[in-house]
């Protein structure tokens, strides 16, 4: 059982990265995953007094608050216009709606799950990290480290994609995913992200199929086929190594043939 000894609704993130350098203090986001815990806080930080749970758009790019809830994420319609649905696609599936209308974004990267379809659309989107003391950096570099102490104020995706889709495999409705599969084209290249390995998701670019490039079917193929052999993927108890190596493959061709608007 969780077990929590003060509440802190924190006044100013200066007060609650203080706070969340003591071993036994946490940041509370949706509390959804930290409930399923057995642990015993001293200092629960509450950051929704902080604005942070908005979607702001500036020319550049989006600017994601860490108290942004899934739900909001959903039905946002600038970052669904501009990716296509993905967005919308990758966390539509995660538990129902109440869940969704609690659990944050800040929360989800932050836990960098390994089945986690939120890391992988937004490694996809090539987001980067606002982060109080170690300041922007790469999602995809963050999503290799150690959880830390520091806190995850936004969430950036940058605008330069042009195309988007995300799909993913479950084995009953509202279940984690088998595995997940997001795929983002800018007019030079390539993102490809595949999670639920079970591991973290990875990122693979290729230049060739950027949105202003030809390719061909048989390029698709190939490619596919590749990336399947050359990622690792682990059995649990949802599948076995080689059926997600498999699902890899179809997920990659089904993907980049849906942004070539081919067929699946
Ligand atoms: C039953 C269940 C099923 C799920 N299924 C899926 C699924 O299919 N796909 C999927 O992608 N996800 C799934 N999730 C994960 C879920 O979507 C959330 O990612 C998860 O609950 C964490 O979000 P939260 O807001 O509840 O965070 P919390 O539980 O509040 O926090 C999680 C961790 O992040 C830390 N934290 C929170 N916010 C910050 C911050 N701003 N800065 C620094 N640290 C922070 C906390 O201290 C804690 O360590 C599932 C979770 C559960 C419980």
């Given at each position: 059982m969780l077990t929590i000894q003060n509440y802190v609704r924190a006044e100013s993130l200066e007060q609650a990265y203080e706070l969340n350098q003591k071993k036994s203090a946490r940041i509370?986001?949706?509390?959804?995953?930290?409930?399923?815990?057995?642990?015993?806080?001293?200092?629960?930080?509450?950051?929704?007094?902080?604005?942070?749970?908005?979607?702001?758009?500036?020319?550049?790019?989006?600017?994601?608050?860490?108290?942004?809830?899934?739900r909001s994420l959903e039905l946002h319609p600038g970052l669904n216009a501009f990716t296509h649905g993905a967005i919308r696609e990758s966390v539509c599936h995660i538990v129902g709606v109440q869940f969704r209308n609690l659990a944050t974004v800040g929360g989800s990267i932050y836990g960098r799950y390994g089945f986690s379809d939120v890391l992988t659309i937004f490694q996809a989107l090539n987001a980067s990290v606002e982060l109080f003391a170690a300041g922007i950096i790469p999602l995809e570099e963050y999503a290799k480290m150690a959880p830390d102490r520091d806190i995850l104020i936004r969430i950036l995706v940058p605008k330069t994609t042009v195309n988007s889709t995300y799909l993913s495999v479950r084995k009953t409705k509202t279940d984690f995913p088998v595995l997940t599969c997001a795929a983002a084209q800018t007019p030079k290249d390539f993102t490809l992200s595949i999670g639920a390995r079970p591991g973290r998701a990875v990122v693979i670019r290729e230049p060739h199929f950027g949105s202003a490039g030809t390719f061909s079917e048989e390029d698709v193929r190939a490619f596919a086929n590749d990336v399947s052999q050359n990622i690792t993927t682990g059995s649990n108890m949802r599948a076995q190594a080689a059926y997600r190596t498999h699902l890899a493959e179809v997920l990659t061709r089904r993907s980049l043939l849906t942004l070539k608007g081919g067929s699946l």
């Open positions: 509370i986001g949706g509390m959804l995953w930290l409930k399923m815990t057995h642990i015993r806080v001293q200092n629960a930080i509450d950051l929704s007094g902080l604005g942070l749970d908005t979607i702001e758009e500036t020319p550049d790019m989006y600017r994601i608050g860490c108290m942004t809830t899934l």
